[in-house]
T-cell receptor
Framework: DAMVIQNPRYQVTQFGKPVTLSCSQT?????MYWYQQKSSQAPKLLFH???????NEADTPDNFQSRRPNTSFCFLDIRSPGLGDAAMYLC?????????FGPGTRLLVL | DAKTTQPNSMESNEEEPVHLPCNHS???????IHWYRQLPSQGPEYVIH???SNVNNRMASLAIAEDRKSSTLILHRATLRDAAVYYC?????????FGTGTRLKVLA
């Protein structure tokens, strides 16, 4: 089945140690997204790609970066994770009218 | 970015219809109205979407006001598996911004 895949499902990192979260898709969609979701809150859009065009939300901290080497893969890099960055990170793709989400990666910062 | 407003929580009895409201008074003419739901520890799941006309699918119905400033998601017969957070989202130019969502509790 075509889908959005996120690995790993759980990621533990240390305070200040760079971490990378991965997302891949088999839907061949042009647009890919990264959201941050903290406990009991709605997903918050960090940035999205339209093909290789990167669109950063104005309130996304500089600590968060992203790479999209090809249509299928997208990475979220957190350069120096703080305790406040512990959250669920959701990757999504979209066709013209619908968004498709992966299962998310839960990040723990120790 | 256009925003949506939803009640924080709602309750329904099992097997009864549920009407989940959403206000989006700043919607633009090209914004689609989407509904997603999210179960604990899972990614959001697509429910339904529309632009101007009411829409039906196997999961739900979407009723859109004539002025498009509000919409209602209708679950025709709520089941325990429908207990989730339901998000009403506007999208324009591929940008999807989530509102605060409504937590639906289904009572057996």
């Amino acid at each position: 089945d075509a889908m959005v895949i996120q690995n790993p499902r759980y990621q533990v990192t240390q305070f200040g140690k760079p971490v990378t979260l991965s997302c891949s898709q088999t839907l061949n969609h042009n647009v890919m997204y990264w959201y941050q979701q903290k406990s009991s809150q709605a997903p918050k859009l960090l940035f999205h790609y339209y093909d290789k065009d990167f669109n950063n939300e104005a309130d996304t901290p500089d600590n968060f970066q992203s790479r999209r080497p090809n249509t299928s893969f997208c990475f979220l890099d957190i350069r120096s994770p703080g305790l406040g960055d512990a959250a669920m990170y959701l990757c999504a793709t979209s066709s013209r009218e619908t968004q498709y989400f992966g299962p998310g990666t839960r990040l723990l910062v120790l | 970015d256009a925003k949506t407003t939803q009640p924080n929580s709602m309750e329904s009895n099992e097997e009864e219809p549920v009407h989940l409201p959403c206000n989006h008074s700043t919607i633009s003419g090209t914004d689609y109205i989407h509904w997603y739901r999210q179960l604990p520890s899972q990614g959001p799941e697509y429910v339904i979407h529309g632009l101007t006309s009411n829409v039906n699918n196997r999961m739900a119905s979407l009723a859109i006001a004539e002025d498009r400033k509000s919409s209602t998601l209708i679950l025709h017969r709520a089941t325990l598996r429908d207990a989730a957070v339901y998000y009403c989202i506007l999208s324009g130019t591929y940008k999807y911004i989530f509102g605060t969502g409504t937590r639906l509790k289904v009572l057996a």
